[in-house]
């Protein structure tokens, strides 16, 4: 490439998002890319063109080791759903003004399902009026819910986290033994794909019991066998523990949220804000069978914890970007980069692009010979996908005690 | 000491109470102490003969780095309350009679309030009826509320817990800008004490700019007032990140937790259950305000996130279990180890003995200088206080991807 590039960010933040732009970044200084730009706040502020430069804050040695553990969006992170075509053009060609005006040959945009669809309209609309400019996609979501690349960037670092903070929770909540048995339900993302809330099943090993039951969204949740099984725990077990779903259904359709709050509010996608699962299942297991109960929600935490962050998330999703940035050197454009695995053990783990059409809008849930038969656990088969994505860390550079980020002045 | 020893843990478990044990462990093994006797579930097992020996499990050189790297209980929790002593003598010779059985010279026990009170009642039968036996006290409490001693081994940890995570809620929370601005209220642990919630002051930094506001048990909740700087911030900032103890009261005395929920359950203690004053603050706020509002609870992740313990922290834990053994070896007993501050800068500290009576059952709060004229923040006083106790970190050893765990048998 001969002109610049612009790198972007979208949707819900993940502990290495920053990493993937890091990568371009890397890949685009390699190449001899002029500039490389971030938009801020995605799509959105670049319609306003509001941009930054990340040789400002990269040019130092230290600039890229900072930004891998920096959570969240360094370039601030939107929710836009770009509009049909027909009818907005006004819309695209804004785009691509602000594109020429600064020499932009390429755009990578990091995020989701949602974010894949901008690239997807972008290249579309560029194929179609015959602009010479680039999309490309880098996977980024902790939901694990993209088609066709093994997994996503983000996932592995909220599975670790998942994990460690159960196995933490389950060695608090077992400290006070049979005298004073306390049922603990802890609530975890995932709208619509149980990817996240599975990786409560990492937790178990040689030094824990992992959780007594992980209620995944892929199956409808049934809350009289869940009390019976609850009630049996608690008669039974000095301890209980259990992971579920914040996106978990009952038969008639509705979340299990929504049966303790009515109103739920909706985002720009339509998608409902989701809470309150554990602490409404929590009130129904302490009414039937008087024990001590817990709701422990994950929140943000699970997908702002660079502190504990996975190497091999972290040095994948770099290698998402910079396989992004290389692809768009050769031309390509309306793809997403996706991650192939090549082998379990050793893990190992490629990178190639994908046709964007066959993975915007897309999304991929567990497979339904991954969850136990009883629908509340997950097979080994699970725990050989997903132990790879976890393995290594990146220490944080602790400064007055705490991890430094990387910030935007 | 020519006997043996026993070493218990009581009350909410820590991220470094097992620092303190290995402490006591460590020192006894110096001192020649014949067997080191863990008390299962604390008193409330030792009076059931439940007991371990340490050397099972700290014989081998990583046993200790192990135990020191461990949340939660190792030997297992309890709230038991001693009664009082008139009347149930029996309850005291029985654990007379249990430490002679296995000639046991020495009780250790690890806790805060409650368990402070449980040495001074079985220091002050022995003293009232001539037993040799010795009893000594080993601070342990996030809650940070001991009296006499600087701090509590546990509080640094959690401070750095809270000031980590509080950072990183931050940096999510901000990243969709001033377009989508989301208020942000997160629960912290402390029933009566801020000084947990105060931590949440450590957040800011050169790369952060911490909580919007910070509320504390030690002032009354005005809702009025509350909700009239929430709309104001909502209005002018494009990201608000609030702090809130789960301990507030509102100026009838009532917790603002029970304005949500009549039916607060109450602990062995008599201690009310806390939990919900985040996600009923937040209903409020988005009422009122009409912003999108998400609310966090640090729940026992707080207290049992040892994969982010702070090393000052460990070390200290460590320093007073060790502490109460040379002590108890010079004869004392009726004693709690206190840490005691040489110096802010560089941070020194030092351990004494201090009579238990002065310590069981009293709360030292957040001084009231040290909370901002508005009530809703912590002043650099503060600040030069818990800086020191967060720093340093001591890497987990991780297996699996997880941090790996000591457990009983």
Redesign the interface.
Known sequence: MRGNIVVGQSGG?TAVINSSIAGVYAAAKKVGVKKVFGM??GI??FLEDQLIEMEDYLEHPTGIELLKR????FL????FKMPKIEGHEDVYEKVFEIMEKHDIECLFYAGGNDSMDTVKMLSDYAAAHGKPQRFMGVPKTIDNDLPVTDHCPGYGSAA?YI???L???I???????A??PTF?IVEIMGRNAGWLTAAAA??K?A??NGCDAIYLPEKTFDIDAFLEKAAYLGKTKSSVVIAVSEGIKVADGRYVCELANENV?VD?FGHK?M??TA?YLAQLV?EKTGL?T????L???Q??????A?LTDINEAFQAGYAALIAAEEGKTGMMITLDRNCDDPYQCGTSAYDIHAIANVERKVPDEWITPDGCGLTDAYIKYA?PL????L?PI??????????RK
Chains 1, 2 share one sequence.
């Open positions: 933040p801020v706040h959105e502020g920096t959570p969240s969006a601030g992170s939107c929710r670790k994990a460690t903070s196995k933490e929770v060695r608090d909540n077992e400290s006070f033994g005298k004073k603990c990492l937790a090993g030094d824990c509010a720009a804000q809470s309150g602490a302490a001590k817990r709701a422990i929600e929140s943000t935490l997908r702002s914890a660079t502190h504990l996975s132990r976890i393995m290594g860390e220490l602790f400064v007055d005690g705490l991890p430094l980020h990387l910030v």
